[in-house]
């Protein structure tokens, strides 16, 4: 499910800057970017068309940004709503499925072992977040200790196929990337309906390795990878909520 940003997709990151203004266009399938004038394409040579007007603004920024040379990995927006276009719109069954699969393998399923110092804080971090969305969808979700995979609940299964089913092709890739980045349908889900903050989601997805950091130091090259997702997490937060003002 893995969503290619510019810096994967272009054969040439470091291109010179080639344009002077960028601005907004309008037309039938929504707001393009204009670089001099001329609209920009994905890399499968489709309009690159927005249908959200914020949206359009924050990748339109996107552009404005870049200084002598091109910098795709800057462009983490323009790399999803490409990837809306030339990937997601052609393949919902097979995003749709893979929100499924994580379902199934949801990270606030999987606990330590009760009598290990880190199920304490799982229990009073995540338990909380899972009674709320059982509550609210008459669902229940799965708890296994270990790391051994266990069926999860259909229900849970059924819901993760329904939220999605009518998300147009960008919602659905926001929504997608933020369940991949922390790889939990029911974190996505409570960030979605409103039930978490974006900052208590990521701390939750994360949790196990910020206590590992609290018990023996932060480790500078886990930080740098962790950092570089939460930027990738923090712009597919901005889209979806771009998408859904």
Not at 165 to 174: C, E, G, M, S
Request: glycine share 6%.
């Amino acid at each position: 499910m893995t969503v290619k940003t510019p810096t994967q997709e272009s054969q040439n990151p470091r291109a010179k800057r080639f344009y002077k203004e960028v601005s907004l266009g309008s037309g039938e399938d929504g707001h393009a970017i204009l670089l001099d004038g001329r609209a920009v394409k994905t890399p499968l040579k489709r309009a690159l068309a927005i249908p959200a007007q914020r949206l359009a603004e924050l990748v339109a920024e996107e552009w404005r940004a870049q200084q002598e040379f091109i910098e795709p990995q800057t462009m983490v927006l323009t790399g999803f709503c490409n990837a809306a276009i030339d990937h997601i719109a052609d393949n919902r069954a097979e995003i749709i499925g893979a929100i499924v699969g994580f379902a199934e393998t949801d990270t606030l399923s999987y606990r330590d072992d009760p009598d290990a110092p880190l199920f304490a804080r799982q229990q009073a971090v995540w338990e909380p977040i899972i009674r709320d969305l059982e509550a609210a969808h008459g669902v229940e979700w799965a708890r296994i200790s270990g790391v051994m995979p266990q069926p999860q609940s259909p229900d849970v299964l059924a819901l993760a196929q329904a939220v999605v089913a009518d998300d147009d092709a960008f919602r659905l890739t926001a929504f997608s990337q933020i369940v991949e980045l922390t790889g939990s349908f029911a974190l996505a889900l409570a960030l979605r309906e409103g039930r978490q903050t974006a900052d208590a989601v990521w701390d939750a997805a994360f949790l196990e390795q910020l206590w590992q950091a609290e018990q023996w130091g932060e480790d500078a090259e886990a930080t740098a990878q962790l950092q570089a997702r939460r930027e990738r997490y923090d712009a597919a937060v901005m889209m979806w909520g771009a998408m859904v003002r």
